[in-house]
């Protein structure tokens, strides 16, 4: 079972296939794991325990001690590349249209970082990057959509089975003509992380859509993305009346406290990781 994107030891134990004893011996003999604890004494892991379970299992494998697997493992972890080196492969390669070496560079993003860590150090300032260089001039129109589809794609297949089970559920979307939607893909995953259902329409849905779907599922959330303040002006009505009957959200560069006012909705704060984390700690 899960608690806010992290694992329960019996979770943790079937996906490793490491017997949850065996986890808490690791745990107190080489400090293998560093799990979180609840009130009531509940271990939490992250994809980070994780990814030092199996990656110990793996040296075993290989015919090392458990101890020297141990210290292979958490070495490996402290050698992983920082976000801003991540970044730059990822960057050489998108800019060069090197589809294989971009994939190889997300591999290794997503196998280095935990997901937080992934959007808010790599993907988001990439995005915001490409955006800007975009704007001047720097990248081409076909650099912009090589990078878009590549990473769109990557994000996509992170969602799969993001609207299973029975936590509070968000329904996300973008405006009428607001096509930027990799944005609010990311924050789509950091609110599934913390045990959100994701209900996704995407990008330039049309506003009649949105209020049927609201009205159909009940969402304990509508989140709206938009990177300009006029695509959600000219949806303001609309805004206004799904706000009256639930709980919306706006977020993207096209955000702002004077707009949400206007509006009627909550504003996302700009750190997207923090947006996630504040948006369920109101959670119903």
């Known amino acids: 079972m899960e608690d806010g994107g992290r694992l329960r030891i019996g979770e943790l134990s079937r996906r490793v296939g490491v017997s949850p004893e065996l986890l808490r011996a690791w ?42 697997a141990a210290r292979v493992a958490l070495g490996i972890l402290v050698g992983t590349a920082s976000g801003q080196r991540l970044l730059e492969h990822l960057d050489r390669a998108l800019t060069a249209l090197d589809e294989p070496a971009a994939q190889t560079a997300l591999d290794r993003t997503f196998q280095s970082l935990d997901l937080e860590s992934a959007i808010a150090q790599v993907i988001v300032p990439f995005l915001h990057d490409l955006g800007e260089r975009w704007a001047a001039t720097q990248r081409s129109v076909g650099q912009e ?60 849905t049309p506003t009649v859509d949105l209020a049927t779907a609201a009205m159909d599922l009940s969402p304990d959330l509508v989140v709206l993305g938009a990177i300009g303040a006029q695509r959600f002006l000219e949806a303001a009505d609309e805004i206004r009346l799904l706000a009256a009957r639930t709980r919306v959200a706006i977020g993207g560069a096209g955000a702002s406290r004077a707009l949400a006012g206007a509006l009627g909705v909550e504003l996302l704060a700009d750190d997207m990781v923090a947006a996630a984390r504040a948006v369920s700690g109101a959670s119903p």
């Open 145 to 204: 959509h090589f990078a878009s589809n590549v990473i769109g794609g990557r994000l996509r297949a992170l969602a799969r089975g993001w609207g299973e089970g029975d936590r509070p559920r968000a329904l996300l979307a973008c405006p009428p003509g607001e096509q930027h939607e990799l944005g609010l893909l990311c924050f789509g995953l950091l609110l599934r992380k913390r045990g959100w259902r994701i209900v996704y329409l995407g990008a330039q």
């Open 27 to 68: 745990e107190t003999r080489y400090g293998l794991v560093d799990p979180e604890r609840t009130s009531g004494g509940l271990r939490l892991y992250s994809g980070e325990d994780e990814r030092r379970v199996r990656e110990m299992r793996r040296q075993i494998a290989t015919g090392l001690s458990a101890a020297e």
